[in-house]
Nanobody
Framework: QVQLVESGGGLVQAGGSLRLSCAASGTIFSINAMGWYRQAPGKQRELVASISSGGSTNYADSVKGRFTISRDNAKNTVYLQMNSLKPEDTAVYYC?????????????????WGQGTQVTVSS
């Protein structure tokens, strides 16, 4: 069973920093893109940042210059360093991975989501 487990969320004052981590576990053959999404109350889930298996990155305009996504392929882990946090960054942050892993009785390609971690930025 493939699982993504996030950690690192919490409460921080505006201007502060947090680092989120997301580790994939289980029988995994390969991981392609990994990314972070967020969902604020009453809003749709949105892409925050993504990173390819080769390290190419993509960011939402709202976080460019403040957030940095990185990954450790040996650990099947993706990170999100969040600096200069703003109250509007408050949301549940979800990790996502496009991977090939064992599911059922065979290796399959599928997307997997973490359970989410709360980030709250106070003004």
């Amino acid at each position: 069973q493939v699982q993504l487990v996030e950690s690192g969320g919490g409460l921080v004052q505006a201007g502060g920093s947090l680092r989120l981590s997301c580790a994939a576990s289980g029988t995994i053959f390969s991981i392609n893109a990994m990314g972070w999404y967020r969902q604020a109350p009453g809003k749709q889930r949105e892409l925050v940042a993504s990173i390819s298996s080769g390290g190419s990155t993509n960011y939402a305009d709202s976080v460019k210059g403040r957030f940095t996504i990185s990954r450790d392929n040996a650990k099947n882990t993706v990170y999100l360093q969040m600096n200069s946090l703003k109250p509007e960054d408050t949301a549940v942050y979800y990790c996502n991975a496009d991977l090939m892993g064992w599911r059922g009785s065979a290796y399959q390609c599928f997307g997997s989501w973490g359970q989410g971690t709360q980030v709250t930025v106070s003004s």
